[in-house]
Each structure stands twice: as structure tokens, then as C-alpha cells.
């Protein structure tokens, strides 16, 4: 499936999640155009890329409806960050705004969740990987877990290149490097943690033990 199948595909089943992610692009393509803010075109490039991975992965029904849409708002939440200004600010990216002064900023609370929310869309694409069960549905939720937390890392990795070439991205220091990525794992861990201790749904398990000794019967 090529990725204009696939984003064609998932906007059948989830047209108000797609409609918002062309309205993000709308909007991403107007602040580098009429705004003249060169950061957009980086942002444009790594939205689309997401886009179609997204599209592609969600392609035949592999991610609920929920997730579509949890995925749809972070990418709309991650530009609006990115290009936006913090408040009482000119030049200050919206990511920079301190919501406990000091202590917690908005992009930290973006990262967490926003990698909490990939590790449950990872999760869904794994299922078939692994069999029902009590040790499969941990590993599954880890295998996740991990997925979402180098998804993060790429990024960082993503805007550090782009940094190189634009002066005005303003990523930040490797302080800022740092905590981002603390708080992706933060974000995919209590995901992780939180899901793997609640188990499978019994009635799978017993399906799958079931299937299993009938085999070994027959």
C-alpha cells in the first residue's frame, strides 16, 4: 500500500481526525508563507513524514479509532507549540512557557504524553506479534514502550540536524535535550508499567489455552 492509498484509506474510516491533520498542514504552510517564519518548512517536512508513517501504520483498521485521534491532536499540539509564542513573549517558542515556574514546562508535559500516546499506538500494531497471554501481553506493552521511546529519540536527533541549519529553530541546550527525552521515557514507562500490570482480558487467555491444548490433544 503506497502512502496516498494508505491516508486515503484511514480518512475514509476516521474523516474529522484526517480533516484536522489538513487543517495542521493549512496551517503550517500559511506561517511559512504569509508569516514568513522559516521554521515552518522544517515542521512541514517532519509532519508529512509522520503523516504518512501514521497513515500507513493505521492503514486496514490496525489502530482505533481513539488513537487515530490521539494522534491527530498531538501533531496539531506539537505544531501549535513549535510555532506559536509564549505568552507576554515575542521571539519565545510556546514550548518554552514555564507552567510551574522553574520547575515544569509545557514541552516536558508535550513529551510525556505525547510518547504515552505512541506507546499505546505501538501497542496495537504489535498485537499480532504476539499470542494472548500474561508474559506475551508484558512483553508486547515493553516491546511498545521502547518503539515510542526511539521514535522520541529520532526526533530529538531530527532537530538537532535541522538546528545545524537554522538559527532560528531555537531547540534549545543539551539541558533541553536531556529533559526531553527523560520525559519521553517518563511518558512511555508509566504507559508501560500501568498496562502490563492490568493483563490481558481473561477470556483471551483462556481462548489461547484452550486452542493450545486442543493441539496438543489432537
Not at 493505521?58 to 485521534?69: E, F, Q
Not at 510518547?115 to 515493553?142: D, E, I, K, M, N
Request: glycine content about 12%; proline content about 4%; charged content about 10%.
Amino acid at each position: 500500500m503506497t502512502p496516498g492509498s494508505a491516508i486515503a484509506d484511514v480518512a475514509g474510516r476516521h474523516p474529522r481526525p484526517a480533516a484536522l491533520a489538513g487543517v495542521t498542514v493549512t496551517a503550517i504552510v500559511v506561517r511559512g508563507t504569509i508569516g514568513g517564519d522559516e521554521r515552518a518548512w522544517p515542521y512541514l517536512l517532519v509532519y508529512v513524514v509522520l503523516l504518512a508513517v501514521a497513515a500507513l501504520t493505521a492503514a486496514g483498521g490496525r489502530l482505533s479509532g481513539r488513537v487515530v485521534w490521539s494522534l491527530s491532536i498531538l501533531g496539531a499540539v506539537h505544531v501549535t507549540c513549535g510555532l506559536a509564542v509564549a505568552p507576554g513573549t515575542t521571539d519565545v517558542s510556546l514550548y518554552e512557557h514555564w507552567l510551574v515556574d522553574g520547575s515544569l514546562k509545557l514541552d516536558q508535559v508535550v513529551h510525556a504524553g505525547g510518547t504515552a500516546v505512541l506507546t499505546v499506538a505501538a501497542s496495537q500494531v504489535l498485537v499480532g506479534w504476539f499470542r494472548p497471554g500474561p508474559a506475551t501481553h508484558r512483553a508486547r506493552w515493553c516491546t511498545a514502550g521502547l518503539v515510542a521511546v526511539g521514535l522520541g529519540a529520532c526526533n530529538e536527533v531530527f532537530e538537532f540536524a535541522m538546528a545545524l541549519r537554522i538559527e532560528s529553530l531555537r531547540i534549545g541546550d543539551a539541558a533541553n535535550t536531556g529533559w526531553d527525552l527523560a520525559f519521553n521515557l517518563a511518558g512511555a514507562a508509566a504507559v508501560v508499567l500501568c498496562c502490563s500490570l492490568a493483563g490481558p482480558p481473561v477470556s483471551r487467555v483462556a481462548v489461547s489455552s484452550a486452542s493450545t491444548s486442543g493441539r496438543s490433544v489432537g
